[in-house]
């Protein structure tokens, strides 16, 4: 990233990712979940003001699980999109063709674990 922004830019931008997810994850902390791992997408604009773009700390962009059920190399229970990622490992996709259609059971247990961490 660095050869391809500069290293300032770099540097910048790994700050700026750095304080979101801290206050994130103490937010998410008081309320007994983890914030696991999450992504942000940065761009700028056209006077180089670096903005957040994009959907941040949602389940789809990030990993939720309950403090009180995690254990250290055990899968978590958790309150985001995993569950439609475990159902996909589980059948023949490919990763490259459309996916298939979702059940309904997994679109609706799926909304069910979002509506849980809410």
Known sequence: ?????????????????????RRASAYAEGRGILLADTKFEWGTLPDGK???IDEVLT???????PADGY???ANPPSFDKQF???WLEGTTWDKNSPPPE???EVVRRTR???LEGA
């Open 50 to 52: 670096v903005i957040l």
């Open 102 to 104: 979702l059940p309904p």
């Open 1 to 21: 990233m660095t050869e391809l922004i500069g290293p300032e830019l770099a540097e910048d931008l790994r700050r700026r990712s750095l304080d979101v997810y």
């Open 59 to 65: 389940p789809d962009s990030s990993r939720f699980w």
């Open 84 to 86: 439609v990622r475990d």
């Open 71 to 73: 254990r250290v190399g």
């Open 112 to 114: 069910e674990k979002y």
